[in-house]
């Protein structure tokens, strides 16, 4: 946790105190944060060093790496552990037995997974595009870029930081932790392990830190000394919650109880839109809830995913026709949210994004 970096502005109108709101950030940075979410991944293969470096080519100030493990302990960056869908693994003949069905998180899942190949043998993979119906551009892509590890994410924003003369800052997320610490890969020591080797493991690095789950990101917390950003999805619990018997879910948690109890061990929250701006069930959005609000008022930094052009993934009011794939009316989804006041959002047109924070 980084909670002195979370330093109080004092809104004062016609003399009287009205509000006390924590800064943008934690890093202090000018207004929302842009985080390249997965990298740009509207415009290149996920998870690939091509796509975070286009990420910080068009001003993003973060990249995003989803980080699993490999069978001998590496981080790499992928969205989950089953590379089916991300990579060329189901062309490899020499891989074929590695297919397999597991449960991960309680859901049976069929295909390859990180923690059955070596870092060296995942290195032999290709990035694909993971939705090439939507963005069959990306598709160019497909074959020419390998699965990066943590550890060249980070050597790419050092190299990044130092040409474009702005820091770079990572955004790392633990996926499937608690499947991963029961088959005795865990992700936290690692990556504690891997910030500390990089001198990122301190007060005013450009990093944060990020979790879906709640035990692994306390336990981070008491190791880590940059900030801790509690994810919260759209329904459902925390997997670890579900595992363990405990019953509350992520609705619980966005209440202003549920905040202040996330304090106690993160600095933020990082929300799914619609518990920022619900849809009605045809995709339009309804009345914005108080979450940014009580968020702030709980002393939690608020960054929303996923921003996107297309219209597959836009409010129904701001899509341009039925077309999934041609982008719609994006500013105007970032200008409502910005509205809200959040501190961040997560994009995979970080492009877009930064034009819209500009012009807010
Ligand atoms: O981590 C923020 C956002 O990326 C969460 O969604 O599923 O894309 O990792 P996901
Ligand atoms: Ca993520």
Known sequence: MYRRGLAAVVLVFAGAVVASLPSASAHDDKGPI????????????????????????????????DLVSTKDGKLVARHENEIGGTTDVSTKTQFADRKKTKVIDGTPVTGWFTEDFTLAELKTLRAKERIPAIRPRNTLYDG?????????????????????????????????????????????????????????????AKVYVQSFEVAN????????????????????????????????????????????????????????????????????LQQPTTLVQDAHKA????????????????????????????????????DLFFKQGLDGVFADNPDTAVEAKVKR
Do not use: C
């Open 34 to 65: 842009v985080i390249g979410h997965r990298g740009a991944s509207a415009y290149r293969p996920e998870h690939t060093l091509a796509a975070y470096e286009l990420a910080a080519r068009m001003g993003a100030d973060f990249v995003e790496p």
């Open 144 to 204: 020419r870029f390998e699965v990066p590890t943590l550890q060249e994410v980070i050597d790419l924003t050092k190299r990044l930081s130092r040409e474009l003369h702005r820091e770079i800052g990572i955004y790392p997320e633990t996926k499937h932790p608690t499947y991963f610490q029961s088959i005795g890969l865990a992700l936290e020591p690692k990556l504690v392990d891997v910030l500390n080797r990089n001198g990122l493991n301190r007060r005013g």
């Open 217 to 284: 990101l306390k336990e981070l917390n008491k190791s880590l000394r940059v900030p801790v950003v509690q994810l919260i999805n759209a329904s459902g619990a925390p997997y670890d919650f579900v595992a363990g018997g405990d019953k509350r879910t992520y609705s619980d948690m966005v209440t202003p109880a549920g905040l202040k109890e996330i304090a106690t061990y993160a600095d933020g929250i990082g929300a799914t839109k619609d518990r920022i701006i619900p849809r009605d069930a045809a995709g339009f």
């Open 299 to 334: 002393r939690l930094i608020v960054h929303a995913w996923t921003f996107r052009n297309e219209n597959s993934f836009l409010p129904a009011d701001f899509r341009s026709s039925a077309d999934p794939a041609a982008y719609g009316r994006a500013f105007e989804e970032y």
